[in-house]
């Protein structure tokens, strides 16, 4: 099994920045995807953005051009810089991560870190 375990989050003005990381341990044969969602009150969660193995990105829309994502293959962690907070970015941030216990497909299993509070003030 994998673990996965969230930092950076916190209180924010308008305009600052915040940068979340996140690391998988535990036992597993791979990492594929690894990314962020993020649950505002009242909200379902939605996917602000990913990395694949490969290095290929994909962004909300909402945060596109403020928002970098990234990662170390090395230390199976991944990054999240976050510029130009708005308040509507306020939310619980999850991490996220498909792994697999073998070369299987079938062998897939997906995890979410507890999550971490990022709020913006205005």
């Known amino acids: 099994q994998a673990q996965l375990a969230e930092s950076g989050g916190g209180l924010v003005q308008t305009g600052g920045s915040l940068r979340l990381s996140c690391g998988a341990s535990g036992t597993f044969y791979s990492i594929n995807d690894m990314g962020w969602y993020r649950q505002a009150p009242g909200k379902e969660r939605e996917l602000v953005a990913t990395?694949?193995?490969?290095?290929?990105?994909n962004y909300a829309g909402s945060v596109k051009g403020r928002f970098t994502i990234s990662r170390d293959y090395a230390k199976n962690t991944v990054h999240l810089q976050m510029n130009s907070l708005e308040p509507e970015d306020t939310a619980v941030y999850y991490c996220?991560?498909?792994?697999?216990?073998?070369?299987?497909?079938?062998?897939?299993?997906?995890?979410w870190g507890q999550g971490t509070q990022v709020t913006v003030s205005s």
């Open positions: 990395i694949s193995n490969g290095g290929r990105t």
């Open positions: 996220y991560a498909v792994t697999f216990r073998g070369p299987d497909a079938r062998l897939r299993e997906d995890y």
